[in-house]
């Protein structure tokens, strides 16, 4: 008796416990795709933006790492520099830059997201 119980906790925490990760996980990619969007307003690109976005970035991913893949987590930081280079050196190519971060969310955003297959 006591080890169903026991059983029963273990799996209601483990459940509670992804649901929590999806529920975290998705707020920080919707609020990283927010912050990339706010980086480029009238097509002036903002160094400072992209410099505190940079900033929450490797905050969260500190957490992210923990249960993600950490290769899309990389390409992330990645673009982000890369961004931040293209506003400081090369102005033409910060779009560009721009273009492959929310790509670089996106992709991280497919293989992360629920899905049955990934259940089983």
Partial sequence: ???????????VLIIAG???LEIYSN?????????????????????????DTITW????????EMFLL???????????AEVKGAILYEPNDAG?????AKIA???LQERHRLSFSNVL
């Fill in 105 to 107: 969310k996106d992709i």
């Fill in 27 to 51: 707020h920080t990619l919707q609020e990283l795709e927010h912050r990339l969007d706010k980086i480029e307003s009238n097509e002036v690109f903002s160094l400072e933006k992209t410099e």
């Fill in 70 to 80: 950490h290769e899309p987590l990389h390409e992330i930081d990645f673009a982000l």
């Fill in 18 to 20: 992804g649901i929590g």
């Fill in 1 to 11: 008796m006591a080890r169903n119980i026991a059983a029963i906790i273990a799996l």
């Fill in 57 to 64: 970035w490797e905050k969260k991913t500190k957490i992210l």
């Fill in 96 to 100: 560009k830059a721009l273009t492959r």
